[in-house]
Every structure is written in structure tokens, then in C-alpha cells.
Nanobody, 126 residues
């Protein structure tokens, strides 16, 4: 499985970005996907996750009301729409794949994810 994250960049506070994670290999549409982020000097933290069907989602408190995760299974792609960005959202964002087949409840802990993308940097200027 390969995961390719993109869409990061520099944005002003209050702005929006949409991150994209393109998955390939091993029938990736049958597995859940998640977004995590890691700021300099901090632990990697959960942001949002979606199950294999796209009908189940989970969000960290930091994302609720501002971020939306979605997927296009036909394209094996997961998106993270981020609105009302804050300076503290500055981090490298990683997408990850949960290798449990057809899991219904999306996972929020990074230990549940087996494959990780290379990350895309989001910088929010204040």
C-alpha cells in the first residue's frame, strides 16, 4: 500500500485548505483511513478518520466544526477539508491506513494504523 498526501501550503489564519490522500494497492477502498498531524516538538496527534464505506467518521475535538473528512472510494482518495484555520493548526499532516478489513468504527489511535504517507506541511500564519 502506498499513501500520497498533498494539498498543504501556507495560508493565513481564518483561511481554508483541502488535503488529499491518494491510496494505492491492496484494495485500499476496503480499509479505513485517518489523518494525523505533528507539530514541531510535539507528539503526533489524531485529527480525523473515516471508515471504509465513508459512512462512519470520527474527529478530534480540535477538528470538530472546522474540519471535514470524506472519501471517494472510486478514486481511492480521502480528503480533509480544513476551514477557519488557526496558527496552532500548523503541522505536518499525515494520512494513514487501518489494515483491519471492513472495520465499521474508524480508529482514533495511531497504533491502529499500519501504513503512513509521507506527510504534507500546513503552515498557518497569524
Amino acid at each position: 500500500v502506498q499513501l500520497q498526501a498533498s494539498g498543504g501550503g501556507l495560508v493565513q489564519a481564518g483561511g481554508s485548505l483541502r488535503l488529499t490522500c491518494a491510496a494505492s494497492g491492496r484494495t485500499s477502498s476496503s480499509y479505513g483511513l485517518g489523518w494525523f498531524r505533528q507539530a514541531p516538538g510535539k507528539e503526533r496527534e489524531f485529527v480525523a478518520a473515516i471508515n471504509w464505506r465513508g459512512g462512519g467518521t470520527a474527529y478530534a475535538d480540535l477538528a470538530k466544526g472546522r474540519f471535514t473528512i470524506s472519501r471517494d472510494s472510486a478514486k481511492n482518495t480521502v480528503y480533509l477539508q480544513m476551514n477557519s484555520l488557526k496558527h496552532e493548526d500548523t503541522a505536518v499532516y499525515y494520512c494513514a491506513l487501518d489494515l483491519t478489513l471492513l472495520r465499521t468504527a474508524p480508529r482514533t489511535n495511531k497504533e491502529s494504523y499500519t501504513y503512513w504517507g509521507q506527510g504534507t506541511l500546513v503552515t498557518v500564519s497569524s
